[in-house]
């Protein structure tokens, strides 16, 4: 039996039970298509979110970078600080200020280095300074009124620790205005409201719909979601207008019903029709590359066109950003003054140019490939060792002192510090920084038999 003449039996005989079936499945595609707008909504706040905590914990990770420089808590090499830091603002376009444990500034990229400044500002709600030092980890704070700009910024806080202790602090200055640039960009679908808040609740960004109301708590908006960022103390609201809700349910509602009446009403007369229609619907399934057809297509098949493209954006959106985020970190490792490699299973995999100069090479690869105990005097191998186990076992290292051998032959000290950088189906990656201190400890020796010989005098 074909399925035209199945299709006309079936309603010459069972009108009755597909309206009832009918009524179901319009009562079902309702209540589908709330669950589907409430997945959309969730989908997009978690995104931003996401979005905004690999944001953060990007220019976190720079900054402790900054905070381990060699020159930071030498008095007389803040000049060489304050370049480097210049590096930091290039890459994310936010000034980094030194602070003592008292909140005085030591130095900050937005003024030129020696001028004159003011005490950090006092912040309402939560303070990045507060709860780095009452915790000795990385943080992030709300919102305050820059004393210097006058503009409301927001601020990343990470120790400097030397010797397991907090010596100063190393700050990143942001302005609402990059958040809302930011989020000015991001793919917001019409109807939806989506804003970034503090911890106070104070709008840090904002996002409306063209024509969308001013007014602060949203009114006439309704369904909506909070997200709470993992990085900072703040969440991510999302507010869909209660028009754009309904509208959709109420159009839904009102066309499943017009068409259950009206197939009720015309059945009988178009059963051979309907079948036919059902069967080249049903046909044209298997064929998705055929030529479309002059008729409307069907909105259920439409509507997950849609959710595939907007997803296949999102996507799309999130890489670029994660791409973009990775080449400033790769920039700024790049240009940096310190040496900077990380190796897994004792092997090298990359060096950045100040690294492989350290080591006494001309290009990567007289580096990359290697172990790094080639490079580290037989004295410190056992040192070595026990640092890598520390850090393969989920503990932390200290600023450690050791001796290298350059490819050359030639030995320098260096001061090392290690980090675990990832951790996928390869094993974990450690990268490890260095600073070449021969020429101070030189410095210090000379100093030290001088003054021995004057005591002999």
Known sequence: MTLKSFQTRLILICVL?????AAYLSFDRVRSLQDQRAQEAAN???????SLDRLLNARIAALQMLAASSSLTDA????????ESQAFLKNFGSHVLLADLSSHMILNTRLPYGAPLPDLPRVKGHSSVAAVLATGKPAVGDTFMGPINKAPLVSLAVPVKRNGRISRLLLSIMETRQFQERLDEFSLPAGFAITLLDGTGAVIARRLPPGGTSDPNLDGYSGRIVIKSAVAPWSVQLAVHRDTYRLPLYTASAALAAALLGATLISVLVGMLAGRELAGSVASLTEPAASPSLR???AEIETVRRVLVKATTARAEEEAIRRASDERYRSLVESAPAAIFIHRDDR????NPAAIRLFGGDDAGEVVGRSPYAFVHPAYHDVMAERIGTLLH??????TEMRIIQAGGGERIVEVIGTTCGDDQLGTAIQVMMCDITERKRAEEDRARLESRLRQI
């Open 348 to 351: 090298i995999e990359y060096a």
């Open 17 to 21: 039970p597909l309206v009832i079936l």
């Open 76 to 83: 007389h090499r803040l000049g060489e600080f304050y370049q």
């Open 394 to 399: 989920g503990g932390s290292t200290t600023l």
């Open 296 to 298: 409307p297509p069907i």
């Open 44 to 50: 997009l706040v978690r995104n931003y979110a996401a």
